[in-house]
């Protein structure tokens, strides 16, 4: 069974940083392209990074700078370092496949508050 657990949302001030994860258990992460997602307050969801099996990365041009992925194949694990933060970057965060996310596979979730 596929199941993504996203973690590490929080409350951070303009400027601060914060670090979320999910953890994919099931066949979903091996050998695919993860990514990271976000959904803000009346808005769509949209991808803001990717990250090959071996590694490779590409950002939306809204965090790129600012945002790090990156990935722990043997703890089937992907992380999202989250630097200069701004108040636009509140949205809950999301993991899934990418660039086409598996639909009956989202989270619940983790939420960043960025909020001085």
């Known amino acids: 069974q596929v199941q993504l657990v996203e973690s590490g949302g929080g409350l951070v001030q303009p400027g601060g940083s914060l670090s979320i994860s999910c953890a994919a258990s099931?066949?979903?992460?091996?050998?695919?392209?993860m990514g990271w997602y976000r959904q803000a307050p009346g808005k769509e969801r949209e991808l803001v990074a990717r990250?090959?099996?071996?590694?490779?990365?590409d950002y939306a041009d809204s965090v790129k700078g600012r945002f790090t992925i990156s990935r722990d194949n043997a703890k089937n694990t992907v992380y999202l370092q989250m630097n200069s933060l701004k108040t636009e970057d509140t949205a809950v965060y999301y993991c899934?496949?990418?660039?086409?996310?598996?639909?009956?596979?989202w989270g619940k979730g983790t939420l960043v508050t960025v909020s001085s």
């Open positions: 899934n496949l990418a660039p086409t996310p598996r639909m009956d596979v």
């Open positions: 099931g066949s979903i992460f091996r050998f695919n392209i």
């Open positions: 990250i090959t099996f071996g590694g490779s990365t």
